[in-house]
Structure formats: structure tokens, C-alpha cells
């Protein structure tokens, strides 16, 4: 299995307060992808990285920020969560973008009262 | 956006065939990924195609047509184990990857 380490695993927060999730991998891989997963809508992209200091948004980015200062390391906080921020978080890794596939950390499951 | 279609549940008995159809309608196209999801875990992946045909990987088939936007993943001799959700996934062409909302596949004894 891919090296990827996703933290905390869960966490229990209050709309308002900032929260940051953190995902660490140890394969080298260029390209990281923070996805949010919800029932009936799947997986859908916030944020990715193509490199260190490098970042892009995806579908889902507003409430986001993400931050990558070096290539294990790739950060995602909410400013000031809301409850709609409910969420499975998956990272994920590729070495590549032609052809190869993503790996995906175990999840972050974050519930925002 | 991107618009990835595929049905949302599918019962199978043990021992058959089952086949997860997906449609697509993206900004380009630079590849199609299959990949399975066990309930509470991380997707984990199936099968990969970029050129027209069929991709075989053991009990596990992928078929892709680009001109008609349309994929299966076939998967045969079924087990309990693959009792899971499968999701259908795209590149586009600024090689983002979008999902369908997957399909969940229950395996009867």
C-alpha cells in the first residue's frame, strides 16, 4: 500500500472554530489531492498540489485553504468551519498525472456541530 | 462541470456475473479509472483504460468506449467480499479526476 498518512482520523469540532487536517507521505510522489466525500454526491475535489509551494483549486474550494511547504507534507484547514463541512476527507497521491492512478490515504471523518 | 453517471445500487448472488455500466460527458479526456470502496475505507484502485477496448485483471474486467462517453467494469465469479462500492472516475483534460457518485454492489449467498 501507498505511504500515506492522513491526521486526525476523526474530529469533533464547533462551527466557527479553525481546523486543519494534515496528510504525510512517504513515497515522494509530486501530486497530492485533498477530496471531501458526502452521500449521493461521491467524491469531489477541494484542493490539489502539483508540486512544493504549488496549489490549485478544485470544484469544492470555497471555505478552504491548503498549504504545501514540502513535497511529504500537504495541509488542509477551514478558516472558520461550518456545519456543512461535514464530511469524509480523503487524501490522495499520484506520481503522475498520464496514466497514473491515485492512492488515497484512510480518511479524516470531521463533524462540525 | 463534469457529468459521470452510473447506477446507484446492484444485488448479485454469489457466483455471477455482474456488470456496472458509466456514462461520462467531461472537458476532454485522458483516461478512465475504476475503483473499489469497502464500506468505511479508502477507495482502492480497480483498473485503469485510455484507449478503446477491454482491460483484463483476473475476475475483474474493464471495458471503455470514448466515442460513445461509456464504460463497464464486468466483474465475475462473484464473492462476498466484493461486496462494495465501485466508483467510476475521469480525467480530464487538465488531468483533474472527477468521480461518479459510485455504485453499491450487495452480494447474496
Known amino acids: 500500500d501507498a505511504g500515506i498518512t492522513q491526521s486526525p482520523r476523526h474530529k469533533v469540532t464547533e462551527t466557527g472554530t479553525p481546523v486543519t487536517l494534515r496528510c504525510h507521505q512517504t513515497e515522494n510522489h509530486r501530486y497530492m489531492y485533498w477530496y471531501r466525500q458526502d452521500p449521493g454526491h461521491g467524491l469531489r475535489l477541494i484542493h490539489y498540489s502539483y508540486g512544493v509551494k504549488d496549489t490549485d483549486k478544485g470544484e469544492v474550494s470555497d471555505g478552504y485553504s491548503v498549504s504545501r511547504s514540502k513535497t511529504e507534507d500537504f495541509l488542509l484547514t477551514l478558516e472558520s468551519a461550518t456545519s456543512s463541512q461535514t464530511s469524509v476527507y480523503f487524501c490522495?497521491?499520484?506520481?503522475?498525472?498520464?496514466?497514473?492512478?491515485?492512492?488515497f490515504g484512510n480518511g479524516t471523518r470531521l463533524t462540525v456541530t | 462541470g463534469q457529468n459521470i453517471d452510473q447506477p446507484t445500487e446492484m444485488t448479485a448472488t454469489e457466483g455471477a456475473i455482474v456488470q456496472i455500466n458509466c456514462t461520462y460527458q467531461?472537458?476532454?479526456?485522458?483516461?478512465l479509472f475504476w475503483y473499489q470502496q469497502h464500506a468505511g475505507e479508502a477507495p482502492t484502485f480497480l483498473s485503469y483504460?485510455?484507449?478503446?477496448g477491454l482491460e483484463e485483471k483476473g475476475r475483474f474486467s474493464s471495458f471503455l468506449s470514448r466515442s460513445k462517453g461509456y464504460s463497464y467494469l464486468l466483474l465475475k465469479e462473484l464473492q462476498m467480499k466484493d461486496s462494495a462500492s465501485y466508483l467510476c472516475?475521469?480525467?480530464?483534460?487538465?488531468?483533474?479526476?472527477?468521480f461518479g457518485a459510485g455504485t453499491t454492489v450487495t452480494v447474496r449467498a
Open positions: 472516475a475521469v480525467r480530464d483534460r487538465d488531468y483533474k479526476l472527477s
Open positions: 467531461t472537458s476532454g479526456f485522458n483516461g
Open positions: 483504460n485510455v484507449l478503446d
Open positions: 490522495a497521491i499520484s506520481e503522475s498525472q498520464e496514466g497514473s492512478p491515485l492512492h
